[in-house]
């Protein structure tokens, strides 16, 4: 297909090099430095999607960021991507595109069939119509409005690109690279400022690759050029293409996403494909611009009717003309500029001008052209369904209000100018409470909040000279107060057409008994009738207007549309637009993507992985590894085809027989120190600590102050005034806090010091009846006998020449000790102990066979200890002192905590002593109770008891003192299971802890 | 100046936790332990420098915009 709409020698394009691409299936051909956009309006596709809500047909409003319609699915290099503007997306070789919002094709759409039911889907139709009847919901209206509301696919494959996070510093920031971008940029430069100066598109400058000016002798395109070409030899300078200043956040932080490899066909080796920039900038100075607004009229959301600058920006940037035929539709003297340009390219174009008589430059040399300009004229309505064919038009009333007869002219398109709204979105989300401008119909920023500055048409200035003279006046006294210089330059000569007012006509009267659509909201299709709809139901805050009718809702966060939306609110209220107010900006001005806000933090990049010295031993030991927080434990050593379950009841069943070794080095260990740290323990535990005997362990509970279980572990008395605390894996950071909290603002008095020595210490705990022997073997210098180590005992012994800690602690319920070596020692120790321990028949356990042993011994962990439960409910009422004071101690008198009924950990047996039963699962009564069914508890943690093999299981239970024998349900709705079973108590194995102590 | 990332959050600064062994009665008890007030503007917090040096400080900041006017060390009171 040849480029029928491409001009000759006319843009920035590369014409040596042509590029192919596919868009809905067919092929066509563009040239480098073509976005997907104006290579398509180059071969006159118009056509490119279909509106969210009414489904009628979509082609392309702007040429950038503003861009409300011409979203697609963009297939890059096996990967698939949605929500890319058309507008934006560069042309590569290759691309592959397809429309999105269309089903089953773009130009036939069966969602269409919304545009004739337009009747019931007025302002706020998903509240309204989807309501009712409620089981529809699920079935019929959700799925459909997924099908049919769709903004694109999102992939499901792992994002195999790379993306990076970058943190920055500058003397100033400059986010624009239009006239008061490069002026102040080169100003602040000059005299000697870091300066970062971002643009959004791939070309440096803004309005001056397309406006008619003459900056120092230059045209403006050749003055950019110059200034960007000095900025570039400049160390103190960063200059950023395709990089968007999305969001400007606290203490001067601004968020910049750079596109480093969208516009390639793939992303170059050890490339990445987009760049999160972190910017703490000294000074931020905004120079976003502004962007034309659309004047409302009917069926004005045709394909083919578009801003006017975008048609000016597609002819001279990208030699690509938007329509044979144009209609210019204006009320200010920018769609002159238009005009000319296409007069300029042989093709003669109407005005219509909104005004009367204006009187300017632009207006006469339009007239000394020869261009055909009707004033006091509108555009009533757009006629043509996929593309505009002609338009209605009429003569307009001074007062604006009457019509005069209705002619209609052929066009191919409709290029609008209804004047500029400045770019505030960084400013207003810096703090900036904006004013609103008479003189241009539009908010601008009003007092700086943080150190921001916006300069030129974001400010409101729509002169080239008035933007350059402010631009590099406050660029030079920003950076002269940074950096002491004051080295000024001088400021060129300006000549540009000077502009008359514009009429603050903006929207265009239906004529009589005729109904058609007029827009807003393009993306969202939100029409003047939605908001009439909406204000007559009441709704009257903007913010409120906003959310019922979704105007400025869209991914385009309504850049073409929010001044309209309040013109016609202010209207309709009677208001003036400030009163009225505008709705929050918020970060991102733009969508960004979710593989650069997360960055490099994928996979395991997400966070750090903790391996205990013996790890290398476990894998080369066939283990499988469990995520246990950020440590990585073993869950089960395999054997052969064992499974988990196999595995694990292998492991456990030798504990209780033979011997076995855990590592527990993930366990958290806290070095307490100090005159003060048994007074410390005492205040935290719930027991009493004063006492405790050097040389001796005791286990504690320590609650929150809501009386709620924080954690629980034991704690050695090493020597006098050291201990040695052990928290739980998952809690370990927590308590050490929570000791510092204590210590250092409640207890200042305290003389204690506490440190983390979790990773200094390496941990295996040894359990089983046998590990004494094995002990014994290990330690041949040591007593560890019944009576040289008792339980909770502690000694220091010698392992084969390391020392070690010898702790008789017991977690398995069995006969059982813990040594610790340092780190370094680890594997070491750990070798010995297989080693030495095959005499024993000893074996290796992971997490689960732990689990399994801790469980059928009725000893409460993290599953029970959830957050929610307090002593008694763990049965470990018998650790809180009756005595003393200590935290969390008051709460314990609540109501809710001594009621008689109080739930407590039970344990759980199956009737037919085989069905294993699911954690999580609710304790019933009646198993066919009407729902909701009263839910007595739930199942804590399950498992296959080794000991009696059959399931067992924990459970927090109502009333669980008395339940003791009864016969209740297990329900899991989830695993559609209902299991019978008997309560018994939760010390199944070794009620009496004879073992522990033997 | 740190990246907030190395601090964690740790509640209303002005809260004083009644003395041991002290016979309080309940409403005193839950004003300590649940009642807050979620104040918009100026607000004296805990923040704990939890990946650096580990202490507890007070801040100053407004809930609303984030700005910080002030830290205090963990022994430093409130003077208001």
């Known amino acids: 297909m040849t480029q029928s709409f491409r001009l000759e020698n006319v843009g920035l394009i590369n014409r040596n090099k042509k590029i192919s691409f596919k868009f809905n299936g067919k092929k066509y051909y563009g040239y480098e430095g073509d976005t997907l956009a104006s290579a398509l309006i180059a071969n006159g596709v118009h056509l490119i999607g279909r509106s969210f809500k009414y489904h009628r047909p979509r082609g392309f409003f702007g040429a950038g960021v503003d861009e409300p319609y011409a979203i697609v699915q963009l297939y890059r290099n096996g990967e698939t991507e949605p929500n890319i503007k058309a507008t934006e997306q560069e042309l590569f070789d290759g691309l592959v595109a397809t429309s999105v919002n269309c089903w089953p094709s773009v130009k036939f759409d069966i969602g269409a069939i919304n545009n004739f039911l337009k009747i019931f889907l007025p302002a706020g139709f998903y509240y309204k119509t989807f309501m009712w009847p409620k089981s529809f919901w699920y079935k019929v209206y959700e799925p459909f409005i997924r099908k049919a509301a769709g903004l694109g696919v999102a992939s499901i494959k792992h994002d195999k690109e790379r993306y990076e996070h970058k943190y920055e510093y500058c003397d100033l920031l400059i986010a624009g690279s239009g006239p008061s971008g490069l002026a102040s940029a080169y100003a602040a430069a000059k005299n000697g400022a870091r300066v970062i100066l971002a643009e959004e598109k791939s070309r440096f400058g803004g309005t001056l690759l397309t406006s008619d000016v003459n900056i120092g002798n230059k045209s403006g395109k050749e003055w950019a050029e110059g200034i960007i070409a000095e900025l570039t030899e400049m160390p103190n300078v960063t200059i950023k293409n395709r990089s968007q200043v999305f969001g400007y956040y606290d203490h001067n932080m601004l968020v910049m996403s750079e596109r480093i490899s969208d516009h390639l066909p793939k992303t170059k080796k050890f490339h990445p494909k987009q760049r999160l920039w972190y910017i703490r ?30 048609a000016k920006e597609y002819l001279k940037v990208y030699g690509v003309l938007v329509g044979k035929k144009p209609l210019i ?12 340009e296409f007069k300029k390219n042989g093709i003669d174009p109407i005005i219509l001008d909104t005004r009367e008589n204006p009187q300017s430059e632009i207006v006469d040399d339009a007239k000394e052209l020869g261009i055909n300009i009707k004033f006091s004229y509108v555009v009533v309505a757009a006629q043509g369904y996929k593309k505009v064919k002609s338009a209605d038009i009429a003569k307009i009333s001074v007062n604006k209000e009457e019509l005069g007869e209705i002619e209609n002219i052929k066009c191919d398109c409709i290029c609008v100018s209804g004047f500029w709204t400045p770019t505030i979105h960084l400013a207003s989300q810096s703090g900036n409470k904006t004013k609103f401008n008479e003189n241009i119909d539009a908010f601008v920023p009003g007092k700086s909040k943080q150190n921001e500055t ?49 009429d603050k006509f903006w929207c265009v009267p239906l004529p009589k008994g005729k109904n058609y659509k007029r827009f807003l909201d393009f993306q969202n299709d939100v029409a003047v009738s939605d908001i009439e709809i909406a204000l007559k139901e009441g709704y009257r805050s903007i913010e409120h207007v906003k959310r019922y009718t979704t105007l400025g809702m869209a991914t385009d966060q309504g850049k073409t549309s929010n001044l309209n939306g309040l013109q016609l609110v202010s209207k309709i209220e009677n208001k003036v637009v400030p009163a009225v107010g505008h709705t929050t900006f918020r970060p991102p001005y733009s969508p960004v993507s979710i593989g650069a806000i997360v960055g490099r933090e994928v996979g395991k990049h997400s966070k750090p992985t903790r391996k205990s010295p013996m790890h290398n031993w476990h894998e080369q030991n066939n283990a499988v590894f469990v995520d246990a927080g950020v440590w990585l434990r073993p869950r089960y050593y395999k054997i052969g085809d064992e499974n988990l379950f196999e595995a694990s009841k292998r492991e456990a069943k030798n504990v209780r027989t033979n011997v076995g070794v855990c ?19 005492n205040r935290v535990y719930t027991n009493a600590w004063l006492k405790l005997p050097v040389g001796k362990a005791r286990y504690g509970v320590m609650l929150r102050e809501d009386g709620i279980v924080m954690d629980d572990g034991t704690t050695t008395r090493i020597s006098e005034n050291h201990y040695h605390m052990t928290t739980t894996t998952a809690q370990a950071a927590n308590v050490l806090s929570h000791l510092e909290y204590y210590l250092q603002l409640v207890w200042p008095e305290l003389n204690v010091n506490v440190v983390s020595t979790t990773e200094q210490w390496a941990g295996a705990a040894i359990a089983g009846p046998k590990s004494r022997d094995l002990l014994q073997k290990l330690f041949p210098s040591c007593d560890v006998s019944k009576e040289g180590l008792p339980f909770m005992g502690y000694m220091e012994g010698d392992l084969f020449g390391v020392k070690a800690r010898i702790f008789r602690i017991s977690f398995s319920g069995e006969l059982a000790y813990e040594v610790n070596v340092e780190s370094d020692n680890g594997n070491f120790m750990w070798e010995k102990i297989i080693e030495v321990g095959q005499a024993f028949k000893i074996q290796p356990y992971g997490t689960e066979a732990l689990s399994t042993l801790r469980i059928e011994m009725g000893h409460v962990a993290g599953s029970e200890l959830d957050g929610r439960t307090i002593p008694y409910d763990n049965s470990l009422e018998g650790l809180v002192s009756k005595k003393k004071d200590f935290i969390g101690k008051r709460s314990l008198t609540k109501e809710a905590f001594t009621a008689e009924d109080r739930q407590k950990v039970v344990g759980v047996v199956p009737l037919d002593k085989k069905t294993s039963i699911p954690e999580g699962s609710h304790l019933v009564k009646d198993s066919n109770a009407p729902l909701p069914n009263p839910k007595l508890g739930f199942i804590s943690a399950s498992c296959w008891s080794v000991e009696y093999d059959n399931p067992f299981s924990l459970a927090i239970l109502k009333d669980g003192k008395n339940m003791i024998g009864k016969k209740l349900f297990v329900m899991s709705p989830l695993k559609n299971k209902v299991i019978p079973v008997e309560i018994v108590s939760s010390h199944y194995v070794d009620p009496k802890g004879e073992r522990v102590r033997s | ?32 332990v649940y009642n807050r007030k979620s104040l918009r503007g100026k607000h004296w917090e805990l923040w704990q420098h939890l990946s650096g040096c580990r202490q507890w400080i007070k801040v100053e900041r407004d809930t609303a915009t984030h700005e910080i006017f002030n830290t205090l060390k963990a022994n430093e009171d409130i003077s208001q």
């Open chain 1, 663 to 681: 590592d527990v080095t993930t366990l958290g260990k806290i070095d307490i120190k100090g005159p003060d740290a048994g007074e410390l323990l």
């Open chain 1, 454 to 502: 916006t300069l030129g048409a974001a400010n409101g200035v729509y002169t080239l000279d008035e933007t350059l003279k402010s631009s590099f006046e406050t660029a030079h006294e920003l950076s002269k107060k940074i950096t002491n210089n004051d080295n000024k330059i001088s400021f060129p000569n300006v000549i540009e057409k000077k502009s008359t007012t514009h």
């Open chain 1, 281 to 310: 900038a000294k000074e931020v100075l905004i120079s976003a611009g502004s962007i034309e607004r659309p004047i409302v009229f009917g069926n004005n959301d045709t394909p083919g009717v578009m801003l006017s600058s975008a």
């Open chain 2, 1 to 32: 100046m740190r990246s907030q990332n190395e601090f964690s959050y740790g509640g209303d600064a002005t809260v004083k936790r009644p003395e041991l062994n002290k016979d309080i009665s309940d409403q005193e008890w839950n004003d300590f």
């Open chain 1, 329 to 340: 539709f204006t009320n200010n003297d920018s769609g002159y500029e238009t005009a000319i």
